[in-house]
């Protein structure tokens, strides 16, 4: 784990979660005038977190928990985003919104737990 990439996506997230939140909250910001914009929005400046504060796992456990919890996420996210951006309703952006922080939480946890600030690799083999 790399603190400025933990850090780097927090911000990315919160960037992206105040700009939808603008969206629920009527806050009248340009370009972000409708509940399409903000899934949009939203969809894009997430996956610019996940990409910046991904995990450099050669490969994904599919029986860890935590993997487990953000495919369930990343689906949820993924079908409020595509039902969303048909019906341009507030309430898939609120589920995004949730399925967001709730994907940034359960990556930064394994982050923390898995990695720590001096991960020591024991061999296989």
């Known amino acids: 784990?790399?603190?400025?990439?933990?850090?780097?996506?927090t911000l990315i997230t919160a960037a992206a979660l105040t700009l939808a939140l603008s969206?629920?909250?009527?806050?009248?910001?340009?370009?972000l005038s409708d509940a399409r914009a903000g899934i949009i929005v939203l969809g894009v400046v997430g996956l610019g977190a996940c990409i910046l504060g991904g995990s450099a796992a050669?490969?994904?456990?599919i029986k860890d928990p935590f993997v487990i919890a953000a495919f369930v996420a990343i689906g949820v996210l993924v079908g409020a985003a595509a039902i969303?951006?048909?019906?341009?309703?507030?309430?898939?952006?609120?589920?995004?919104?949730?399925?967001?922080?709730?994907?940034?939480?359960?990556?930064?946890?394994r982050h923390l737990l898995e990695g720590g600030a001096n991960p020591r690799f024991a061999p296989t083999a």
């Open 23 to 31: 969206v629920t909250q009527g806050w009248n910001w340009p370009l």
């Open 84 to 109: 969303g951006l048909f019906v341009n309703t507030v309430p898939y952006l609120i589920v995004m919104m949730v399925a967001t922080f709730g994907l940034w939480l359960l990556a930064t946890a």
């Open 58 to 61: 050669t490969s994904l456990p």
């Open 1 to 9: 784990m790399k603190l400025w990439k933990e850090v780097g996506a």
